[in-house]
């Protein structure tokens, strides 16, 4: 069992960057390979970037890639970060962290297991 906690979204102009962070409970988190998704009002819940157990190998969403980065701390803080800079109107969402143990399939929504509550992130002038 895994719980998932956000934090670190709030309002930041295009341009601007914001650090989310992922706070993860229980002793297996090293295990589990961990996920980034967004969901604006009206639209599907969408991938963003994911990085596997080892942190050896990141996956990015075309629109992110380039502007956000994905690590994880599994040593000290059982955490997971995704640094956004250069941030647009378009990601606008609420984004959520995610975590499962399957290795395939990894930009669906479908592959994990279990979310946190979000964090609202809002880009605008």
């Known amino acids: 069992q895994v719980q998932l906690v956000e934090s670190g979204g709030g309002l930041v102009q295009p341009g601007g960057s914001l650090r989310l962070s992922c706070a993860a409970s229980?002793?297996?988190?090293?295990?589990?390979?961990m996920g980034w998704f967004r969901q604006a009002p009206g639209k599907e819940r969408e991938f963003v970037a994911a990085?596997?157990?080892?942190?050896?190998?990141?996956?990015y969403a075309d629109s992110v890639k380039g502007r956000f980065t994905i690590s994880r701390d599994n040593a000290n803080r059982n955490t997971v970060y995704l640094q956004m800079n250069s941030l647009k109107p378009e990601d606008t969402s609420v984004y959520y962290c995610?975590?499962?143990?399957?290795?395939?399939?990894?930009?669906?929504?479908?592959?994990?297991?279990?979310w946190g509550q979000g964090t609202q992130v809002t880009v605008s002038s």
């Open positions: 995610a975590a499962t143990l399957k290795l395939a399939n990894l930009r669906s929504s479908a592959a994990y297991d279990y």
């Open positions: 990085i596997s157990w080892s942190a050896g190998i990141t996956y």
């Open positions: 229980g002793r297996t988190f090293s295990r589990y390979t």
